[in-house]
């Protein structure tokens, strides 16, 4: 069965970088892109990316560029997402989910992981 | 950016009841391939979403068949045919024909 096991907790001081990775399993890695959408505390879902884990091309949301990298492992079937210069804005709940194959649609998710941004 | 409005935002709903959720966007949601990318999620509190609906009417695999979708073009909506506790959560229309973008959610409770 698919599965997206996320990386546990972050905080992190404004400012800093937070680099959160995405294991899959279940189904063949690099036929399946990656999508990345946080969702700050008590809030709606907001899209931030995607990658092609095949060759590794990305496409960020306008709002993030400069800020996000969205990188993968393909010997893990690992993906991982940095936002760097973090700002208390940015606290969220952070979700890798797939893009279903030959459609823009996305299937699976992970269980999500939260990253804080405090002094 | 394809703006998504959803309607109610709130609906409190009697068990055993229908609910109804309704989604709009602000252009033509018909891609250039023929599909219409229109999507429903399910959030369960303190849960992940979890894909319901794609493609306006699809039915995700392991989805109950109280749950089905329609429209087309700009107006959609999402029908649960009779409620269940286990529906409580917030629901998201989700487009995904000009990059992807989210309604603002639905929260369903119980009465």
């Known amino acids: 069965q698919v599965q997206l096991v996320q990386s546990g907790a972050e905080v992190k001081k404004p400012g800093a970088s937070v680099k959160v990775s995405c294991k899959a399993s279940?189904?063949?890695?690099?036929?399946?892109?990656m999508h990345w959408v946080r969702q700050a505390p008590g809030q709606g879902l907001e899209w931030m990316g995607i990658i092609n884990p095949s060759g590794g091309s990305t496409s960020y949301a306008q709002k993030l560029q400069g800020r996000v990298t969205m990188t993968r492992d393909t010997s893990t079937s690992t993906v991982y997402m940095e936002l760097s210069s973090l700002r208390s804005e940015d606290t969220a709940v952070y979700y890798c989910a797939r893009g279903v194959s030959g459609s823009y649609d996305i299937d699976y998710w992970g269980q999500g992981t939260l990253v804080t941004v405090s002094s | 950016d394809i703006v998504m409005t959803q309607t109610p935002l709130s609906s409190p709903v009697t068990l055993g009841q229908p609910a109804s959720i309704s989604c709009r966007s602000s252009?033509?949601?018909?891609?250039?391939?023929?599909?219409?990318?229109l999507s429903w999620l399910q959030q369960r509190p303190g849960q992940p979403p979890r894909l319901l609906i794609y493609k306006i009417s699809n039915r995700f695999s392991g989805v109950p068949d109280r749950f089905s979708g329609s429209g087309a073009g700009t107006d959609f909506t999402l029908k649960i045919s009779r409620v269940e506790a286990e529906d409580v959560g917030v629901y998201y229309c989700m487009q995904a024909t000009q990059s992807w973008t989210f309604g603002q959610g639905t929260k369903v409770e119980i009465k």
């Open positions: 252009q033509s949601l018909v891609h250039s391939d023929g599909n219409t990318y």
């Open positions: 279940g189904y063949t890695f690099i036929s399946y892109y």
